[in-house]
């Protein structure tokens, strides 16, 4: 009965109104001043650790690990915010990947996280459509909207400022950009004439922030690439257990492993 119930789920789940079906407006709050709070304090806590770290070959990869990229594995873990992920009310997931693309050139793989146009046909079908909004030399801002698929499927019209720096350490290429969300509006009827999206009252809550830091230098024939994500969700109402935790507790892991998939991918073209 199980496998029947979860293989007609998806069925059940692709018409417009479905999920507010599944979620009566009474479990639909915005993110708490104090979650909104612990994530921007747990965020600023990363990019501190970021601006001190030194490069891959000291820092956040040690030789086994590089040994491992090298040889073409790709390296996915989570890392559990001090008291939990629980931030009363929402989730904080941060997970990091770091990957190896042999042959792969600095300046190259800048040159094509800035191609903002190209993401729908690098990083599909995640990525529906991307373009900038304003730009100032290393500076963007964009919006994309994104799908993501996990018993539900849900679509997201996205806005973030991003960041772009580069530095020559020790006669190595090294890159980083820092992307932080500014707005994150779940998308109703999508691609239909009902298509809108809802407002913060409406919400799912299964992406309310996502920041994003990319880290990459060019050494031993090739690109050591790292990405941080770090995201804040609703968190997991009772009863509903079912269909949002496959969600909510899989998605940030397998939309980072993608992004860095597809990435490394692209610079083998």
């Known amino acids: 009965m199980k496998a029947i119930l979860h293989s007609f789920i998806p069925k059940i789940l692709v018409g417009?109104?479905?999920v507010t079906m599944l979620f009566p407006?009474?479990?639909r709050p915005e993110p708490t001043a104090a979650a909104t709070a612990a994530f921007d304090s747990y965020v600023g806590g990363v990019e501190k650790r970021?601006?001190?770290?030194?490069a891959p070959d000291t820092g956040f990869l040690t030789l086994a690990d590089q040994a491992r990229l090298r040889h073409g594995d790709l390296i996915v873990e989570e890392l559990t915010p001090e008291g939990g992920k629980d931030v009363g009310g929402a989730l904080v997931h941060d997970w990091i990947g770091s990957a190896f693309a042999t042959g792969a050139k600095a300046v190259d793989f800048e040159r094509m996280m800035k191609d903002y146009g190209a993401y729908p046909q690098r990083f599909s079908p995640q990525v529906v459509r991307s373009r900038v909004i304003t730009q100032q030399g290393d500076h963007y801002e964009v919006t994309m909207r994104v799908r993501q698929q996990h018993i539900l499927t849900v679509v997201m019209d996205t806005s973030y400022d991003v960041s772009f720096a580069r530095t020559e350490l020790r006669g190595a290429s090294r890159g980083s950009?820092?992307?932080r969300s500014t707005r994150v509006a779940e998308i109703d009827a999508p691609g239909t004439a009902h298509e809108r999206a809802l407002s913060p009252q409406e919400d799912h809550g299964f992406l309310?922030?996502?920041?994003t830091y990319w880290t990459w230098e060019e050494r031993d024939g090739g690109l050591y690439i790292r990405v941080e994500s770090v995201s804040l969700t609703r968190s997991v109402p009772v009863g509903l257990g079912w269909a949002v935790k496959p969600f909510i507790e899989s998605i940030p892991r397998e939309s980072l492993d993608f992004t860095l998939r597809a990435a490394c991918a692209a610079m083998r073209r």
């Open 25 to 27: 407006a009474s479990i």
């Open 177 to 179: 950009s820092i992307s």
């Open 50 to 54: 970021l601006a001190k770290e030194p």
């Open 208 to 211: 309310w922030r996502m920041n």
């Open 16 to 18: 417009a109104g479905v």
